[in-house]
C-alpha cells in the first residue's frame, strides 16, 4: 500500500524559504507521477506543481520561477523548494502519487502546513 509522508512546513515571514519534503513508502517513487497542491483557508485544493515519470515538471503560472519541484528516486522521496514566499502562499501543501497505468486511483499525505506572515 502506497503511503506519502509530507514535512518541512512551518512559519516563516515574505521573502522566505522553505524546503518540503514527500516521502512515499510501499512502492518506488520513480514509476508514479508526482504532484504538489495546496489548499488555502476557505479555498478548494489547487494544483502546484507536477514531475512526471519522464522527469518532465510543470508549474502552475503563480509559482514559475519561484518554486522548484524535484525527486531523488534514491531516497524515494519528492521535494518543493520554495522561494521568495508571500502571504499568498499560506496554505496546506499536500503531495500526491498516479501510478499512470491506474489514473483513476490517486495516493495523497496527510498535508503539511505553510504560514507565510510577519
Known amino acids: 500500500q502506497v503511503q506519502l509522508v509530507e514535512s518541512g512546513g512551518g512559519l516563516l515571514q515574505p521573502g522566505g524559504s522553505l524546503r518540503l519534503s514527500c516521502r512515499m513508502s510501499?512502492?518506488?517513487?520513480?514509476?508514479?507521477?508526482m504532484a504538489w497542491f495546496r489548499q488555502a483557508p476557505g479555498k478548494g485544493r489547487e494544483w502546484v506543481a507536477s514531475?512526471?515519470?519522464?522527469?518532465?515538471?510543470d508549474y502552475t503560472n503563480s509559482v514559475q520561477g519561484r518554486l522548484t519541484i524535484s525527486r531523488d528516486n534514491a531516497k524515494n522521496t519528492m521535494y518543493l523548494q520554495m522561494n521568495s514566499l508571500t502571504s499568498e502562499d499560506t496554505a496546506v501543501y499536500y503531495c500526491?502519487?498516479?501510478?499512470?497505468?491506474?489514473?483513476?486511483?490517486?495516493?495523497w499525505g496527510q498535508g503539511t502546513q505553510v504560514t507565510v506572515s510577519l
Open positions: 510501499g512502492n518506488s517513487i520513480s514509476i508514479f507521477n
Open positions: 500526491s502519487a498516479v501510478y499512470p497505468f491506474r489514473p483513476g486511483i490517486t495516493y
Open positions: 514531475f512526471g515519470v519522464g522527469g518532465n515538471t
